[in-house]
């Protein structure tokens, strides 16, 4: 590589994620316009499902185990749940714009755009039972996507799993921080349990935060409005440490399930699922067992 190479390759890296973005798409013959119509509607599911989905285990699944990451992260944290679930279980992790293999395209700033879009790709793998689980920013989207697929009448869950993150109609306790200095912000990660060594690491730290920023403003800026509550059964996990949300704040999410519901809290910090990510796929590979081994159960419509 040339001394002139490596020096385009620095100024590209340092560029904010929405320019390197367009000048992805500029090298690809494509218009900023065009690629943002590509990246974020509904033109041909068999395509965007291979874009929008990371998908493991079985491939004739009983039951797709859909999975939303929290801030900040992508389809990777959910790699390895393949192994510890039931195996007529497909798990099919969402990888969203701004990371990992989507990390060229620009993330989602706001929650209703994003739930309109995966409405649009998710539809067409809803042809057999399926669960929700979401963690953090994750469980809000998969609950507010749940009531979009109501809304339209397409299928819905059959139950929701949602972690670490307060019921839907609480306010937000804390300040908003997607606009904060960086070190400001770092500072706030740390209590949240984001190690020393990825704090610290300023070239990583330059390629993460923008998306991290995009996720928490997607979060900071949601806006609750009063609906029914979900027919389907609603399990809610928390960690015993989360600096962030309490058990007080999860229970309250019974409001949202018009059917059973359960809180179970286990062993870490806000990122328990990462601490006890052995007790937390024993408990959902519980229910899961549960749907394909009760015979009878119509999916709710």
């Known amino acids: 590589m040339t001394g002139t190479e490596d020096r385009i390759r620095a100024r590209v890296a340092d560029l904010p994620p929405e320019q390197r973005a367009r000048l992805a798409e500029r090298l690809r013959g494509r218009s900023p316009e065009t690629a943002a119509a590509h990246n974020h509607t509904a033109a041909g599911p068999d395509r965007h499902s291979a874009v929008w989905f990371v998908r493991h285990g079985c491939a004739d699944p009983a039951v797709r185990l859909f999975c939303f990451p929290y801030a900040g992260s992508g389809a990777s944290v959910f790699r390895a749940w393949g192994n510890h ?100 912000l770092k500072s706030v990660l740390a ?39 979900l027919p389907m059964p609603v399990s809610v996990f928390g960690g015993t440490h989360d600096m962030r949300v309490g058990r007080a704040d999860l229970e309250q999410w019974k409001m949202q399930a018009g059917n059973e519901f ?26 899961l067992q549960s749907m394909t081994t009760y015979e009878g159960a119509p999916p709710h419509e």
């Open 262 to 287: 359960d809180l179970t809290m286990l062993p870490g910090s806000h990122f328990f699922l990462r601490d006890s990510a052995d007790l937390l796929l024993a408990h959902l590979s519980t229910e």
């Open 191 to 229: 209590k949240d349990g984001t190690p020393r060594e990825v704090l610290d690491d300023d070239e990583l730290m330059r390629a993460w935060l923008p998306m991290l920023r995009a996720d928490i403003e997607l979060c900071d800026t949601y806006q609750y409005t009063l609906e029914s509550p």
């Open 85 to 184: 679930l039931p195996a007529d279980v497909e798990v099919c992790a969402i990888q969203l714009p701004g990371r990992e293999s989507r990390a060229a395209e620009p993330a989602y700033r706001r929650l209703v755009a994003l739930v309109s879009d995966l409405q649009a790709v998710i539809t067409p793998l809803l042809d057999r039972p399926f669960v929700f689980f979401g963690h953090s920013m994750g469980a809000l989207v998969a609950f507010e996507l749940a009531r979009q697929l109501r809304q339209f009448g397409v299928p819905q869950p059959e139950r929701l799993c949602l972690a670490a993150f307060r019921a839907p109609q609480l306010p937000n306790p804390n300040i908003r921080i997607y606009h904060l200095p960086d070190e400001v």
